[in-house]
């Protein structure tokens, strides 16, 4: 197996050679002709909601300056909280009083019963950053076409997620620091997976061929988004892949285990999703569009469509060589799906999914009209 610079890198890190200089954040640019790649490693909150929380008491001086940091705001609004509430949530885990169901959601309390070790782990991954997102860079670097790219990771203490960002902001992607247990090469991985979700959305935009979809016929609207979606995070799964560090990093072993079942039911995944897809596209009426989507991409149903989206790439790059994703991002999904619906077809790939014809004849009628919504709109399809 050929050895990345990330893969380098991170059991450098493991086995303790690597020097590197403390910083609380880190910034990597790196320049290739056409364009750049800039990410800065934010650090503030975690570090600011350690310190808050290893005090005995705290200045609203001190409360205000957390409040108004980035990471902490962005924290906020993915809680669907208020700045009232974390503060209350943070007083309240100071002091060691019992924080109401609103306040529980930062999970201050929890992390303060881990504050050495979450300290500790602050310190190694302030350390390595720069690296790291170097080495990412590096790794990421092809399959960005042109442009200039800067994008914040905040590293975040608090809340119910490991990593999310918000639709309206391309350029910031948020972790939540306390769910990898000091795991650095769990925290790199996922990074490099939502970077390579950054460099997808700036290679293709999707939502104006969508949205002439749906004026078209608003039944594709749901099956669209779900196969865009099913392209989207396989390959980044198949980019950022996590198989090679299975024995070395334990978050990452437990997202495998989690997942793996899948394997085991490969034919029923792929049956899951046709029928769920064409189930949308038939009666879009009675759909539940958030049901739906939590069935294929929830972690409480082991993230079939993550699994079956990494299969169906990694097999189409063993079919048409590594080039086969570089050009994948800057086209439509659906060629991806209907370039996937023939590999199967052929007999060349393994643990083939026969594909029904009504479910082939709703990708390949959705592509012509993408094409002609192309050709109108000028757009070229690479
Ligand atoms: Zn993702």
Redesign the pocket.
Known sequence: MKKSGLFLLLCSLLLGCYKGYAHYTNDTIRSAGKFSFTVKFDLENARSTIALLGSKHVSEKQLDGWLASAGTRALISKLKSTPAIARSAMIKAIENKKADAEESKYQYAHIRQQLDSMRLFLDRLAMAADSITQAICEELRPFRSSGNDTVVLYGLMGGYSA?FAFTNNKSAFYMGLHFYKGDITGVAVSAK??L??TIQSAEYQFEPVMENLRQTDSAWEAPYYLLRHIF??GS??FVADNEPYLKTSPYLRHEHEHSVVNAYRHEAVFYLIEHLLLDAFHQPSLMDFGQLYSILFDWNWNNPA?YAGKHMMAELVKEYGAGYLQKSLGRDALYFIRDYIQLSGSGRVKEAYSFSAEFTQLVETMLQQVETYQRTAGTVTR
Do not use: R
Request: glycine fraction near 10%; avoid cysteine.
């Open positions: 990593g997976h939502e390579f979700h989207l995070e980044a799964e993550y």
